[in-house]
């Protein structure tokens, strides 16, 4: 637990990165923080960041333009560690302070994950490495290719110890609403589900 919040979970952003990739995440533990707020538990709160290397704009894979909360150098410690995918993972997996930030955070978080290609980063950095993964379909053999990982497939999600990974865009969600019912239990999740009016099929299933 850091300061006041029940958990800080760190959301990284680059350039071309995928926007459904981390924004649904976000809407996720964000809602978790309103399910708490409209029940007047008093429970502490989430805190939620997004990180890039350098604090300043990103531009993202389809036009969208965010403003990160903090760069490398200034990341408070962090419980949850969420890195997702995109165009710009291709370039990013080149970068050496990129990989050796994530290999250092992860080291003291909870929980590490990904989004669609955002396992490549995992799994080059280091803490996928050697795991069982997921990654969007149609990057799953080059994946593979790279021997740095037990690559599968028609799975939203999967669980490897304390990484966690998800398939392509869509599936951050059903990952995140997961990780919600680790860290806040089942119920909380059901509601925070509720809340966004996600209704995948099969539905969220926080008990399995």
């Known amino acids: 637990m850091m300061g006041d919040y029940a958990n800080t979970i760190g959301i990284l952003i680059f350039d071309d990165v995928e926007e459904l990739d981390f924004v649904g995440p976000w809407e996720v533990f964000t809602m978790s923080n309103e399910v708490f707020a409209h029940r007047g538990e008093g429970a502490p709160v989430d805190r939620v960041l997004l990180i890039s290397e350098t604090a300043g704009l990103i531009h993202c894979a389809k036009g969208m333009r965010v403003q990160s909360d903090t760069g490398f150098a200034d990341c408070p410690a962090l419980d949850v560690l969420l890195v997702p995918g995109g165009q710009g993972t291709r370039r990013e997996v080149d970068n050496p302070a990129m990989l050796e930030w994530i290999a250092d955070v992860a080291a003291g978080c909870r929980w590490v994950t990904s989004v669609c290609t955002g396992s490549l980063l995992l799994t080059?950095?280091?803490p996928a490495a050697g795991r069982r993964v997921t990654t969007h379909w149609g990057f799953a053999d080059q994946l593979k290719e790279r021997g740095k990982a037990e690559v599968l497939?028609?799975?939203r999600y999967v669980r490897d110890g304390n990484v966690v990974t998800a398939a392509g865009v869509s599936a951050g969600?059903?990952?995140a609403l997961w990780l919600v019912g680790q860290l806040h239990g089942p119920d909380?999740?059901?509601?925070t589900q509720k809340g966004m009016q996600y209704?995948?099929?099969?539905?969220y299933q926080a008990d399995i």
């Not at 909380?188 to 509601?191: D, G, N, V």
């Not at 209704?199 to 539905?203: E, G, K, L, N, T």
């Open 124 to 126: 080059e950095a280091g």
């Open 153 to 155: 497939t028609d799975y």
């Open 173 to 175: 969600i059903d990952m």
């Open 188 to 191: 909380h999740a059901r509601a």
């Open 199 to 203: 209704d995948p099929a099969p539905p």
